[in-house]
């Protein structure tokens, strides 16, 4: 079967092969919604609507930068895939011709400025080119354009038009699998290529023609209507795993800012790693690795991996709405629909429908499906729409989150030189002044006046400080507070109390001044309120003991040590113990135990050291280390949009962390009077 019988058969819809591979190999034909456009070409080798053999999207992408090779004759400037369709495509011919590689994208991003064209026939019609270096488009050079069919050549032409009005040039080259162009579309190209001055040549796996009848247009919306399936949404719920991707932040994730040669051979050999970890995890051997929209290569280097492991296909989700018919012969026979999860368009608002869709992923029919999607597009919406909706077709999902690389904003503008006056000889414009502008540089003043500076900065905690400690104002700590202070979605009730890198200036002047006093009492006082509000007051306090720390730890009712693995920090917990042990009629918190921080689990002399400070039961380690992983880096940006536990402390990441706060809030429970405590082996029970 090819996937056009069903609807040729009943429609009378036939594909015609001008040239190239027979057109059946490459697609077949399905109904959409449209009445402008009311059918679809589903590609049999693009791994986008139909899940494919990995290893077939591949080679079907190399074998377009075969076609490409031939038609260029110099090395291409660069290559430009479309979203959404085409990204991995693109990218496959690239990868093929050694060359940098942009696609195109809809998800908006500050900071860049676009080169913007449309794309006529799409639901989701506006195309963004978001290059992190703008002099991408300017190169010298032919530049490649790949899309998965050519119907009219619209896009490519709007696309050609906007790159010479930026940087002209001799030649472009448009690659597509399935060229289906009109004798007067391939006129208009080349109508256009000479009023550009440019020259357009045009490559592909296949050409030829689609025949519809007379009336198809209705005819398909009224077949639909009677023949168009709904699944069912009862079904067992399958096995949720979030996985760790363990990506570099500083790696691309694919085109969209563009990508060099090199940055995509690391890519290849990252995903081949991460591919491996994943292996280990499947529940059988029917595999599904599932991209979403824009991001198709990455998931595609995964499949790859993977089908070492097991017999594997790749498709991905979609913005196209197609109408499904579970009968032989047509190519669309199940589909899932679900809210989108990522819905920043080149406006910054919502950009196409609000709805999104992943076909032929029919229940049972694979063992595993692993999602692979970015951290911007990890939302509460995916957790309540995709990742539901998955779960009920499989035994297992595997999610993976992958870093979203961001681009870095533009360098301010180089400042002017200052000339003259003339001197002597010099004329005024040999005369340069090497001079820096510091008026907005704090500098030395007198107390009061650096006082004054830092409350002006802005109303964070330092402010309330200085204020009750330095001042004896009637200032109110809540004032200062930060409500939401959370992006998990479950975590809503964190206020945060934020301070600034002021705090170091005001505690010189607390010192110079002699106010510990007063600063031990608002401490006290501010937690004796807090401690009323809340369930659990947490103080992050900076490394050595100023005297706001010492405060915090006579005040406190509890305190906690995260202790790298290292000969400093093991050091530095030694003294802490001392300092605690003096002057012991002035108070101090209790010690709750020592958290393992920032260990490297490849590293022979962080587990030397993790052992040593487990040997030493005053520390009353913590069962679970923390590790350094990418994951806890990336989960410091603060995202804009609310997103679940799991997609922003991933896999074991995630676990370990909950499974501290738990032994954590356990400690406490333990702690508090009346309860039993059982302390580290060998440490007496108190109450």
């Not at 009492?521 to 306090?541: F, M, N, P």
């Amino acid at each position: 079967m090819t996937g056009s019988e069903w609807v040729a058969a009943h429609l009378g819809a036939a594909l015609h092969t001008d040239a190239g591979r027979p057109l059946e190999e490459l697609v077949g034909l399905a109904l959409r919604h449209n009445p402008k456009r009311a059918h679809l070409l589903v590609s049999h080798v693009l791994g986008k609507h139909v899940p494919t053999e990995p290893g077939a999207v591949h080679a079907a992408g190399r074998e377009l930068g075969v076609r490409v090779a031939a038609a260029l004759p110099e090395p291409p400037a660069l290559v430009i895939g479309y979203a959404e369709t085409a990204t991995a495509l693109g990218h496959c011919v690239a990868e093929y011709l050694g060359a940098d590689y942009l696609h195109s994208t809809r998800r908006a991003v500050s900071g860049l400025t676009p080169v913007q064209f449309r794309e006529e026939h799409s639901h989701a019609a506006e195309h963004l080119l978001l290059p992190e270096f703008p002099e991408w488009l300017q190169r010298p050079g032919p530049i490649v354009l790949v899309d998965d069919e050519f119907s009219t050549g619209a896009t490519a032409l709007n696309t050609v038009r906007a790159l010479q009005r930026l940087h002209p040039r001799e030649r472009y080259v448009l690659a597509c699998l399935v060229d289906l162009r009109s004798a007067v579309d391939r006129a208009l190209i080349e109508s256009v290529a000479d009023e550009l001055g440019t020259v357009i040549e045009v490559v592909h796996l296949g050409a030829g023609s689609i025949e519809l009848p007379a009336g198809f247009a209705g005819r398909a919306e009224s077949l639909a209507a009677e023949h168009e399936t709904q699944d069912p949404v009862d079904a067992p719920i399958g096995q949720l795993v979030r996985h760790e991707s363990g990506w570099p932040l500083a790696l691309r994730d694919g085109g969209r800012h563009g990508i060099t040669a090199s940055d995509t051979v690391a890519l290849q050999e990252t995903a081949a790693r991460l591919a491996d970890t994943l292996a280990s995890e499947l529940s059988g051997s029917s595999v599904l690795v599932l991209g979403t929209e824009e991001l198709m290569y990455l998931p595609l280097q995964v499949a790859l991996g993977l089908r070492w492991h097991a017999d594997v296909r790749i498709s991905s989700t979609t913005r196209s709405p197609v109408v499904v018919i579970d009968e032989l012969g047509y190519p669309i026979r199940h589909g899932l629909q679900f809210a989108a999860h990522d819905l920043s368009g080149p406006s910054g608002a919502a950009s196409g429908s609000a709805e999104r869709f992943a076909y032929n992923v029919a229940p049972g029919r694979f063992s595993d499906i692993v999602l692979v999607v970015d951290d911007v597009a990890d939302t509460v919406d995916l957790d309540a729409g995709l990742i539901p909706a998955l779960r009920r077709t499989t035994k297992r999902l595997h999610v993976v989150t992958i870093p979203s690389f961001r681009p870095l904003p533009p360098p301010p503008p180089p400042a002017r030189p200052l000339h003259g006056p003339q001197f002597g000889s010099y004329r005024r414009d040999e005369v340069s002044w090497l001079l820096t502008d510091l008026s907005d540089v704090p500098l030395e003043a007198p107390t009061e006046e650096r006082e004054e500076a830092i409350q002006s900065g802005g109303r964070t905690f330092v402010d309330f400080l200085i204020g009750a400690v330095l001042k004896q104002s009637s200032s109110k700590w809540q004032d200062y507070l930060v409500g939401g202070a959370s992006d998990i979605d479950d975590a809503r009730s964190i206020d945060l109390l934020p301070s600034d890198t002021h705090l170091t200036l005001f505690e010189r002047e607390v010192s110079k001044g002699e106010h510990e006093r007063e600063l031990r009492k608002t401490v006290g006082a501010l937690l004796g309120e807090a401690r009323l509000l809340y369930d659990l007051v947490l103080i992050d306090s900076a490394p050595g003991l100023s005297v706001l720390t010492e405060s915090w730890l006579r005040e406190a009712d509890f305190y906690i040590s995260p202790t790298r693995p290292d000969y400093i920090s093991t050091r530095g917990l030694k003294f802490l113990r001392q300092f605690r042990e003096r002057d012991p009629d002035m108070g101090f918190a209790e010690p709750l135990g020592v958290i393992i921080n920032m260990k490297d689990a490849h590293a022979p002399e962080d587990a030397q050291y993790e052992e040593w400070l487990r040997q030493d039961v005053e520390n009353y380690c913590f069962r679970q280390p923390i590790l350094r992983v990418s994951s806890l880096q990336a989960a410091t940006r603060f995202a804009p949009r609310p997103r679940s536990y799991w997609a922003k402390y991933p896999g074991q990441t995630g676990a370990s962390l909950r499974e501290l706060a738990a032994e954590l809030l356990g400690r406490l429970a333990m702690a508090q009077p009346g309860a039993t405590y059982r302390g580290a082996p060998g440490r007496a029970a108190r109450t």
